[in-house]
């Protein structure tokens, strides 16, 4: 069992930055490809339908973004910490959402296309809103 715990959201002005945590329990975590996935306003979905934003590999590194923050976008991840990041600059107003950090057995993702794919994911945070005004 793993729970992820995420914060860092907060209210801010277009083009401004914020950097996102999520905190994860458990002795395995480097064992664990981590994923951000957003949820805008007013729209109900399951974790399978939100929408994916960026996620990290658990063994090359290897990093996967949305087209949509590519380039604005970083994921990392500090096992020793048991923690990822997502670090978010040039912020646009729809990027605004509650964001959702999300995790899943490693070995499992046996082709890159799973990173992308909310439902191959485990467990899910409870999220963080991320709010940019223009």
């Known amino acids: 069992q793993v729970q992820l715990v995420e914060s860092g959201g907060g209210l801010v002005q277009a083009g401004g930055s914020l950097r996102l945590s999520c905190a994860a329990s458990?002795?395995?975590?480097?064992?664990?490809?981590m994923g951000w996935f957003r949820q805008a306003p007013g729209k109900e979905r399951t974790g399978k339908e939100r929408e994916f934003v960026a996620a990290i590999s658990w063994n090359s590194g290897r990093t996967y973004y949305a087209d949509s923050v590519e380039g604005r976008f970083t994921i990392s991840r500090d096992n020793a910490k048991n923690t990822v990041y997502l670090q978010m600059i040039s912020l646009k107003p729809e990027d605004t959402a509650v964001y959702y950090c999300?995790?899943?057995?490693?070995?499992?993702?046996?082709?890159?296309?799973?990173?992308?794919?909310?439902?191959?994911?485990?467990?899910w945070g409870q999220g963080t809103q991320v709010t940019v005004s223009s």
């Open positions: 458990g002795r395995t975590f480097s064992s664990y490809a």
């Open positions: 999300a995790a899943a057995w490693g070995p499992s993702f046996v082709s890159n296309t799973y990173y992308y794919r909310g439902y191959e994911y485990d467990y």
